[in-house]
């Protein structure tokens, strides 16, 4: 709700880069999206309350490959660009 978008991306790989066992696959990709000029939340990060995932009702899984992207200060043509670059780093990281 809000300023906010919650995305899921459910085919993102596991990969060796994963800096321990508790970085999860949308934080790995958070990561490549910075390092190319796009900054977003990964879903673990957002709904932690307990480990129980209170907040957003959604499996442990589920958080671990999903993102919070906010677009609160940003105008239209900002989403867009936005958008159409989170969708190329997408593609170019998981190869689809």
């Known amino acids: ?5 919650w995305v899921d991306f459910l085919d993102l790989p596991e990969t060796e880069t994963q ?14 999206c910075f390092e190319r000029g ?8 957002c709904d932690s309350v307990f480990d129980n995932f209170e907040q ?8 671990e490959k999903s993102a919070r ?3 609160a200060d940003m105008d239209a043509g ?3 660009d936005g958008a159409k670059l989170l969708i190329k780093l ?7």
């Open 38 to 45: 796009l900054k977003f939340m990964p879903g673990i990060k």
């Open 69 to 71: 992207l906010c677009f």
């Open 56 to 63: 957003s009702k959604q499996s442990k899984g589920l958080c």
């Open 1 to 5: 709700g809000g300023y906010f978008l």
């Open 19 to 32: 800096l321990s066992a508790t970085e999860s696959p949308a934080s790995v990709f958070a990561r490549f």
């Open 90 to 96: 997408y593609r170019e990281y998981t190869g689809k």
């Open 78 to 80: 900002d989403v867009e």
